[in-house]
């Protein structure tokens, strides 16, 4: 079984702040692939970032970079200056040899101006 | 327009009715799944299919059904809505076993 847990239920800080978003995965597969999903107050889903279970190496994406660390299974997100519209709820999922996402229940964070 | 596309947006209905909520992909994508959101559970799994005519159960299938008869096409059923079933759904594609989910935009379904 897979599992993925985000500690933080809610985060609010003021815009310009850095923000990180926690996220512990479980799962028995070696091959498996973790990702961040972003919940806007409009309620669609959009997808962020993926990692795969082979490539430690992290990245940053703009305004967004992420810390992938298989010792211990964690799959940190941080959002750098935020900025009032990152305001959402942002989840983190894994994916492993199966067709299934498992996400997290979600971190709700809140910028305010 | 290319997408994945859910109907109806929000739906309200009946203890004790059949509804069914719509999905449609353009991407001919293999995989696609049915989800719904409830507060402090995330996203969990309803069913799941790889292709047409193959779907599974994912976490929460009882009082669901499902059906494939078209790659592009993935309906889901209550049979029999309870007050339980009140929440958000999502449908999604994916065009591969290491490739993300694109989601559709939800359906709001409120049993009263």
């Known amino acids: 079984a897979q599992k993925v847990t985000q500690a933080q239920t809610e985060i609010s800080v003021v815009e310009k702040e850095d923000v990180t978003l926690d996220c512990v995965y479980e799962?028995?597969?070696?091959?498996?692939?973790l990702f961040w999903y972003k919940q806007p107050p409009s309620g669609e889903l959009v997808f962020l970032i993926r990692?795969?279970?082979?490539?430690?190496q992290n990245e940053i994406s703009g305004r967004y970079s992420w810390n992938f660390q298989k010792s211990t299974s964690s799959f940190n997100f941080t959002i750098t200056a935020s900025q009032v519209v990152d305001s959402a709820v942002y989840f983190c999922a894994l994916r492993s040899n199966d067709y299934k996402l498992s996400f997290g229940a979600g971190t709700t964070v809140t910028v305010r101006a | 327009d290319a997408g994945i596309t859910q109907s109806p947006r929000y739906k309200i209905t009946e203890t004790g009715r059949q509804v069914t909520l719509m999905c449609h992909q353009t991407?001919?994508?293999?995989?696609m799944f049915w989800y719904r959101q409830d507060l402090g559970h995330g996203l969990r799994l309803i069913y799941y299919?790889?292709?047409?005519?193959?779907?599974d159960k994912g976490e929460v299938p009882d009082g669901y059904v499902v059906s494939r008869s078209k790659t592009e096409n993935f309906p889901l059923t209550l049979e029999s809505a309870t007050r339980s079933q009140t929440s958000v759904y999502f449908c999604a594609s994916s065009e591969g076993l290491y490739r993300g989910y694109t989601f559709g935009s939800g359906t709001r379904l409120t049993v009263v």
């Open positions: 990692r795969n279970s082979f490539d430690e």
């Open positions: 299919s790889a292709a047409a005519d193959i779907t």
């Open positions: 799962t028995r597969d070696t091959t498996y692939y």
């Open positions: 991407w001919s994508h293999s995989y």
